[in-house]
């Protein structure tokens, strides 16, 4: 299917609208196999439109000059600083403090990007060079290569290939005139869409952009920083997925296994580690058996999904940051002018009123209602579960926006399923691979799960959406903004649930949306299964087993079970019985109410089960 292309075969194949460019990278080892790159080149310009001409090699581009077709552009490439030129014996660093020569035989020059913004050996940008600046002075273009998506590259772009690009051509002090890239479709959208776009510029209103345990991309889920970073970045709707502690305090904690995100078992509560089958959870130490003052003390631990691969996140602040309350969080987001709402997740409700004596529903309700009460809260407010019997139950005692994450991926949900699902929901939650099902990181097709949903006037919502290129499908060219706009536009949901939201805000700001017929080719959405049809059957993937259709049964679910009371707790990790814990100061007013709201479950016994 891929053949070997002469120049010729270039032209006449792909007819290069925009210009062809020709690199000539070994000249002196072509010479000496008595083989004369500049008579091929020239005869190449006697039949072939050439617009740029680029080599590493001084004379080689000094022996064409004169004959060269005016239209024709000749650009010196930049090697490794401590490189030769074979054919002047000078470094190229040498050659590049001497840029009034280079102009004597050149229109430009082509430079790795590290020439223009170096990077420190741990991986984070150091301040820019003059290189684009004095190479302009002499009249020289500059072009700048090494763009890949799919490696790694300064931890300051948060691994989204736009905003590497946007630091070469909209930075506010200088711009390059070009880029040499592996993925042409990236640097087109972020000059022609994504560049010259003010911080302050509204983007439009879909997708609505839901932060993942805040911009946990950037910092440690759940805390401060990973919440501001997020609001910093226009985060819409701002999460927090509650977990209970041993004094019954709800907080905003990524998991109810602290060994996930803390280093807990490197610390003194390492004796502390269990087991627990009903949840899942294989020697967890977790939130409910540590009080919220000896949690606040536990170190946090940014997620790195991809440590396997050597895709490591921010490791200059992997253990920043601080936890937080519910309260303190909804005092966070209230503060936030640009978040229009708030989204709580509330998971394992059943196992922790039935085993642990907590009700974490009734915890969320007071707090909120104690913001609701004083109008202290302006926020709309979002309450996210798996659980159908969560939401059934805060549909009761609230007007709050419901939302039912389908946990599993699924091909296919029946009306009778959506008709109970809305009884209960407004909207809904699905995994990325529910609306483009993949095999092995190959698109195969598109689902028509978001149309029937929105179809009953849910609005669909779709998790979880990553910047690195792991992440993603081939199909989406290891582009983040690739990915989220062929969800968009190609599949029509409402929101991004992001680990990256700063992506996602930048990506609704972008000029080439809303422009219809007039859309350009690479601000398109993907074709789903275009990509797999350019493998040779050989190489095929095997078929995999598609995911399975939501059904009635799967959404339906007993009620809560009444919070159970528990005896004095025990099990301090030394086999002694602990006192009964004082909740720290600030705080009284949540314990006592989930008191008050336990002895009223157990007396009405109106509660869902999941």
């Known amino acids: 299917m891929f053949q070997i292309l002469t120049v010729q075969d270039v032209v006449k194949q792909v007819n290069p609208p925009l210009g062809l460019w020709l690199n000539i990278q070994h000249d002196a080892f072509f010479s000496q196999k008595n083989l ?17 001409i680029s080599s590493p090699e001084v004379n080689f581009l000094r ?74 002075r002499e009249g020289l273009e500059v072009f700048a290569s090494g763009f890949v998506n799919d490696d790694t590259f300064a931890y300051n772009y948060s691994y989204n290939p736009v905003a590497e690009y946007l630091s070469f051509v909209d930075n506010g002090e ?32 879909k997708p609505l952009v839901i932060s993942h345990k805040g911009s946990s991309g950037d910092y440690p889920d759940c805390t401060d920083l990973a919440y501001q970073r997020a609001i910093s970045d226009g985060v819409d709707v701002l999460d927090c997925p509650v977990q209970m502690t041993k004094d019954g305090i709800p907080v ?33 130490i977790f939130t409910f058996n540590l009080t919220w003052s000896e949690i606040q003390g536990l170190q946090p631990v940014i997620s790195n999904p991809f ?37 709580i997740i509330i998971e394992d409700a059943a196992y922790l009123a039935e085993k642990e004596g907590l009700s ?8 909120l209602k104690n913001y609701s009460g004083s109008s202290q809260l302006v926020k ?17 005692e609230s007007n709050y926006e419901l939302v039912y994450r389908i946990e599993e991926s699924i091909r296919d949900v029946d009306n009778l399923t959506i008709t109970e699902i809305k009884s209960f929901a407004h909207s809904v939650v699905v995994s990325k691979d529910s609306v483009f099902p993949d095999n092995q990181a190959y698109l195969t097709g598109m689902t028509n799960v978001v149309q029937k949903l929105k179809a009953f006037n849910l609005s669909v919502y779709v998790q979880r959406f990553r910047n690195e290129f792991l992440s993603q499908a081939w199909d989406f060219f290891s582009d983040a903004n690739v990915e989220i706009n062929s969800f968009v536009m190609g599949a029509g949901i409402d929101g991004v649930i992001t680990e990256f939201p700063g992506t996602a805000v930048k990506y609704k700001k972008n000029k080439c949306l809303g422009l219809c017929d ?84 157990l007396l009405s016994a109106l509660s869902l089960l999941p």
């Open 36 to 52: 004369s790159m500049r008579r091929f080149v020239l005869s190449v310009l006697k039949s072939t439109i050439v617009d740029y």
């Open 63 to 136: 022996g064409i000059y004169a004959r060269k077709p005016s239209r024709t552009k000749l650009i010196f490439r930049f090697l490794g600083k401590d490189e030769v030129d074979p054919s002047f014996n000078q470094t190229y660093d040498s050659l590049l403090s001497n840029l009034t020569f280079i102009k004597t035989f050149a229109s430009g020059i082509l430079v790795p990007k590290s020439y223009i913004w170096p990077v420190d050996s741990n991986g984070y940008l150091l301040p820019h060079t003059s290189v684009v600046l004095d190479a302009h």
């Open 174 to 205: 200088f711009s390059v005139d070009g880029v040499l890239s592996d993925f042409p479709v990236t640097p087109s959208a972020a000059i022609a869409c994504f560049s010259h776009i003010g911080k302050n510029m509204s983007g439009q209103e």
């Open 252 to 284: 905003c904690l990524g998991s109810i296994n602290l060994g996930e995100f803390t280093l807990a078992a490197q610390s003194q509560f390492s004796n502390q580690t269990i087991s627990i089958p009903e949840l899942g959870i294989e020697n967890g």
């Open 307 to 343: 440590a396997s691969s050597r895709l490591y996140r921010n490791p200059n602040n992997k253990n920043a940051g601080k936890f937080m309350t519910l309260s303190e969080f909804l005092d966070l987001s209230n503060n936030a002018i640009s978040v229009s709402g708030v989204l």
């Open 360 to 367: 974490v529903t009734d915890a969320v309700l007071d707090t």
């Open 380 to 396: 709309k407010i979002m309450i996210q579960s798996t659980n159908s019997s969560v939401l059934i139950k805060f549909k009761k």
């Open 518 to 601: 007039k859309t350009p080719p690479y601000m398109s959405p993907v074709q789903p299964g275009s990509l797999m049809q350019l493998i040779t059957p050989p190489y095929l993937p095997p078929a995999e087993a598609p995911n399975p259709v939501l059904t009635e049964s799967d959404v339906v679910e007993p009620p809560l079970p009444t919070v159970a009371v528990l005896g004095p707790p025990s099990g301090n990790g030394n086999g002694t019985t602990a006192p009964p814990p004082t909740p720290p100061s600030g705080q009284p007013e949540v314990v006592a109410c989930i008191f008050l709201s336990s002895l009223s479950v």
